[in-house]
Nanobody, 126 residues
Framework: QVQLVESGGGLVQPGGSLRLSCVASGRTSSTFVMGWFRQAPGKEREFVSAIKWPAKYIYDTDAAKNRFGISGNDAQNTVYLRMDSLSPEHTAVYYC???????????????????WGQGTQVTVST
């Protein structure tokens, strides 16, 4: 069973930066996709970014490209999300998610990911 552990959330002022980390254990598949979703209060969980190995293909959104950057290490089963120029609208619980594989538009939806972390709170406020 794959387990995910996130870290790096916290309180940051508007305009600040954070880097989230997620480590997976129990992986058995040679292909693997790890990514990030977020859920703001009263809203649905939404896709942020993901990376698929071994090709290191990145799935992204236009909104994320401007402020967020995903990276990771296949051998260490680790994924990072760098977030810059944060604003209060980015306040949410950020979840690490993983799957043995995904394809195309399926990589953008929660139902494609079998494994989830517990979430880490990111609060952007003065």
């Amino acid at each position: 069973q794959v387990q995910l552990v996130e870290s790096g959330g916290g309180l940051v002022q508007p305009g600040g930066s954070l880097r989230l980390s997620c480590v997976a254990s129990g992986r058995t598949s040679s292909t693997f996709v790890m990514g990030w979703f977020r859920q703001a209060p009263g809203k649905e969980r939404e896709f942020v970014s993901a990376i698929k190995w071994p090709a290191k293909y990145i799935y992204d959104t236009d909104a994320a490209k401007n402020r967020f950057g995903i990276s990771g290490n296949d051998a260490q089963n680790t994924v990072y999300l760098r977030m810059d120029s944060l604003s209060p609208e980015h306040t949410a619980v950020y979840y690490c998610a993983a799957a043995d594989s995904c394809s195309g538009s399926g990589c953008y939806v929660t139902t494609s990911y079998a494994y989830w972390g517990q979430g880490t709170q990111v609060t952007v406020s003065t």
